[in-house]
């Protein structure tokens, strides 16, 4: 490990306040008011009891404000805090974290749910293991209307040391950052998350995070994550793998000791990103085509044949959307034929049963 490794004083040091035990949950919220509900219901239902949310609504114009304060007027644990303009996820977060009072800060998205046994699974494992300063695991993906699509994701690491090694070597994200639990101590020793990153600020924590600590693996699903149009992954494509590019770049300066211009490098990966990017990856057909991935995963064979249509009528070139469509319009036909000889041979043995 590196010299920016913390002692276990040191990671006491930061958190002389904190509630033993507590787990506080940070949540973001931003015209969320379809899906904040179930994201603070399934936190009243972990079986691990012990924990505060901090929702920060960023000036949201919907109901997102108004659903939470109705859980908030109920279990005294939910706590909401309004910004009087909006300021981004990056720096609503750091409002939560300098608010919270728990031992260990667990990272929840605004439209993804946290799985009962996730806090518990959690705080078992950070514990168990005293250099661990962050922990994470699988996660299902589901779609916009809460249908799980296919397996846990991602599959990467496999152990402690895999997840450790994935992001210290390798920099790359072990597990989705909604499934992430730090301890606050080594939060707060970090400065929380840098707002400079702000569309991969997720990304450069859990980089200088592994230079300080090391990085866990709770091998279980704890999350399951929403993918839905608009996410900041496919409205800010180009800018977030510019940003990571950037924060890997600045991590690995640190690692040999040399000076970094990051506003240069930005600069200079954000030209890359675009000229890097395809069709599908960067622009108004990027939407499309996830959404197709998810319905074809959820098993939406009509919608899934649609989206990969529409992509085509844009690009007919794109064999990435024609392998799909035809793949969806396979499963479709294979659907609908076992249908068909379900009821043809529901037909013959109601035949043969009234003529006996």
Known sequence: MPDLELTGKQMAGKCANCIPGLVSVIMPAYNCEAHVGEAVASVLAQTYQDWELIVVDDAST??????VQEF????????????????????SRNRAVAAARGEFAAILDNDDVARPERFALSVAAIRERPELGLVGGTSWAIDEEGTIA???????????????????EQCRMPFVHSSSMIRMSVLRQLNSYDEFFRYA????????????????????????????????????THEQMALARTAQAQFRAKQRGIEFDRDAEL????????????PLEYGPLREHYEAGKMCLAGGKLEKARWQFAYI????????????????????LVK??????????????????????
């Open 201 to 236: 600020s997720d990304f450069d924590l859990i980089l200088r995070v592994s230079a300080c600590s090391r990085i866990g693996f709770v091998p279980e699903p704890l999350v399951m994550i929403r993918h839905r149009a608009g996410q900041v992954s496919t409205r800010h």
């Open 267 to 278: 600069e200079r990966q954000l030209a890359q990103a675009k000229q890097d990017l395809g």
């Open 312 to 331: 085509l009528r844009q690009l007919p070139w794109s064999g990435k959307a024609r392998a799909r469509w035809l793949y969806a319009t396979v499963l």
């Open 62 to 67: 919907d109901r997102t404000a108004e659903i």
């Open 150 to 168: 296919g397996h846990p994701h991602p599959k990467k690491p496999r152990d402690d040391a895999g997840a450790h090694r994935r992001v210290f």
């Open 335 to 356: 659907q609908r034929l076992a249908s068909w000889l379900n009821v043809l041979t529901s037909g013959i043995a109601r035949c043969d049963e009234g003529q006996q």
């Open 72 to 91: 908030a007027n109920r279990d005294a644990r939910v706590r909401l805090l309004r910004n009087e303009r909006n300021v981004g996820g990056t720096a």
